[in-house]
């Protein structure tokens, strides 16, 4: 992973900072591994949104299309704890620009930059109201496409 970033693992991430709450802690006094896959589920969300009014849940209904996750990887890297602020980032890392994308998550806890999670998960655009794969519409094509500088750091970190 490179530092030519600020200690992102790729440039130009979309970031969502979360704070952790007592609700996030499990028996263990960190927050339990299941919340870190929420945040991911919620940055996705936030990072949809942020493109514009066009972005939006009922945008999804109109186009008549959702993304799916099909696969996660995940690396636990870090704890956290109440109050800590995560810095929840992401990039769209591959697309066919049809019917399948990857993201990739990065999350750093904001006192100390120190990366505390990272997941890859593949995803499928599917018909919401069959269920079935479909070809992504052009507003999901122009989301899940990946950035220039993403793709040439892609081919530097290989």
């Not at 979360?18 to 499990?26: A, G, P, Q």
């Not at 704890?79 to 800590?84: A, E, K, L, N, Y």
């Not at 519409?137 to 500088?149: A, D, E, K």
């Amino acid at each position: 992973m490179s530092d030519d970033w600020n200690g992102w693992d790729l440039p130009d991430a979309y970031v969502h900072r979360i704070t952790v709450s007592e609700r996030d802690i499990d028996s263990f006094g960190h927050a339990n591994n299941a919340r870190y896959l929420e945040w991911a589920d919620e940055a996705a969300w936030t990072h949809w949104f942020s493109k514009g009014e066009d972005y939006s849940m009922e945008a999804c209904a109109a186009e008549d299309r959702g993304i799916a996750i099909i696969r996660t990887e995940a690396d636990y890297l870090g704890h956290v704890h109440v109050g800590d602020e995560i810095d929840c980032a992401v990039w769209i890392t591959r697309s066919d620009q049809r019917l399948r994308a990857e993201r990739r998550y990065q999350f750093r806890r904001v006192s100390d930059g120190v990366t505390v999670f990272r997941a890859l998960t593949k995803v499928v655009c599917f018909q919401l109201s069959t269920g079935r794969p479909a070809r992504m519409t052009p507003i999901f094509s122009n989301h899940y496409s990946v950035l220039p500088s993403v793709a040439a750091a892609l081919v530097t970190e290989n």
